[in-house]
């Protein structure tokens, strides 16, 4: 292996554990929104206590899927859920 790619993935194993929780970090900010709008009817997020719908995953690893999630929206809203797509814009990270 060149020292290089040897580098970079020692370099990618040791700053797993800081870009894997500020994933589920913002997984978590996503899946807090979702719930509240209105055209999303149902959200399902291993991690979330206020989510609604089954939790299976929660189950599977250690500390659950928390970085995946799931959402719906009501067929008869299905022009206001793509509007809900197509409004989301970046949030500025904090601090």
Same mark, same amino acid.
């Given at each position: 292996?060149?020292?290089?790619?040897?580098? *970079?993935?020692?370099?990618?194993? *040791?700053?797993?554990?800081?870009?894997?929780?500020?994933?589920?970090?913002?997984?978590?900010?996503?899946?807090?929104?979702?719930? *509240?709008?209105?055209?999303?009817?149902?959200?399902?997020?291993?991690?979330?206590?206020?989510?609604?719908?089954?939790?299976?995953?929660?189950?599977?690893?250690?500390?659950?899927?928390?970085?995946?999630?799931?959402?719906?929206?009501?067929?008869?809203?299905?022009?206001?859920?793509?509007?809900?797509?197509?409004?989301?814009?970046?949030?500025?990270?904090?601090?």
């Amino acid at each position: 292996m060149a020292p290089m790619s040897a580098f *970079e993935i020692l370099q990618g194993i *040791e700053t797993l554990p800081l870009r894997m929780a500020r994933h589920v970090d913002n997984a978590r900010r996503v899946v807090a929104w979702l719930i *509240e709008q209105p055209p999303v009817a149902a959200v399902a997020h291993s991690g979330a206590a206020v989510a609604s719908g089954p939790r299976p995953a929660a189950r599977l690893p250690p500390r659950g899927l928390r970085a995946v999630f799931t959402f719906g929206t009501p067929s008869t809203r299905a022009r206001r859920a793509g509007s809900l797509v197509d409004a989301l814009r970046p949030v500025p990270a904090p601090g």
